[in-house]
């Protein structure tokens, strides 16, 4: 598949981030890691690997994800974690049907028939329900699982929504500005595996918090 980049953001994932590599090099995909010149103990991690590297200006995940966009030239993009939790099984999957019909955007999702996840916490998974549901009723969102972010796109439409947000209120400003731009985005099942070493860099209250503003702000504004 020569028309699709995947766009890795990381934070110190020099533990896992080799275990992902590895495991992607039977695929033959494109990769991009994104991330920042300080983070050193990745950089030495994933020297011997050929894949590219961008460097991101300023920190956050949101703000990586947006360089990467930017430096895509590719016609597609996949937003692939660092830590192990997404299956490379399911590109393929998820490529085929944005397809086949047509989409913009495809969504994978924990929370639909055939998907599930071994990394959730009561915690990410009752806050996930509820951003999905405000999703749903604030924005007419057709997705199951808002916070999940293992994404396939179209390059051009994603370079027209103008994204912004540095942290990970990324995850919802992706899905509702494309829907206010009348986007097709679509579901797909997925099973999420746990993070293979490292720490998960989300924090449920901090990052919750700005996913709420963010999403009460785009309420509130044209696009
Ligand atoms: N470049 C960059 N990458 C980041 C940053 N924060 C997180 N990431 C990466 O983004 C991906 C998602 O981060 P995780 O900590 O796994 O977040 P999550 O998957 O939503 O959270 P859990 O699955 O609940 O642990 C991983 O590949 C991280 O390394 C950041 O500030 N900059
Ligand atoms: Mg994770």
Do not use: W
Not at 82 to 92: Q, R, V
Not at 157 to 176: G, H, R, W, Y
Not at 191 to 203: L, W
Not at 205 to 221: E, N
Request: aromatic share 12%; charged share 25%; net charge positive.
């Amino acid at each position: 598949m020569n028309d699709l980049t995947l766009l890795i953001p990381a934070k110190n994932e020099a533990e896992s981030l080799p275990a992902v590599l590895n495991e992607l090099q039977k695929y033959s995909y494109k990769i991009d890691i994104i991330l920042h010149a300080t983070d050193l103990e990745t950089i030495q991690a994933i020297k011997k690997y050929d894949i590219n590297i961008i460097y991101q200006n300023n920190l956050g995940y949101g703000d990586a994800l947006i360089h990467g966009i930017k430096q895509c030239r590719t016609k597609y993009f996949c937003i692939f974690n660092a830590d192990g939790s997404f299956n490379p099984l399911e590109i393929k999957k998820m490529h085929d049907s944005l397809m086949a019909q047509k989409l913009d955007f495809i969504f994978a999702s924990r929370y639909q028939a055939n998907s599930g996840s071994e990394d959730d916490t009561i915690i990410t998974l009752v806050g996930n329900y509820i951003f999905t549901y405000i999703g749903k009723i604030f924005f007419q969102l057709n997705i199951s699982d808002i916070l999940y972010t293992f994404v396939i796109g179209r390059t051009e439409q994603a370079n027209i929504l103008d994204l912004k947000q540095k942290d990970f209120s990324f995850c919802v400003e992706l899905p509702i500005k494309a829907k206010k731009m009348k986007m097709q985005l679509g579901s797909i099942n997925s099973y999420e595996r746990k993070r293979i070493a490292g720490k998960k860099k989300v924090n449920a209250f901090k990052d919750g918090f700005l996913i709420l503003k963010h999403m009460i702000r785009l309420f509130f504004t044209k696009l």
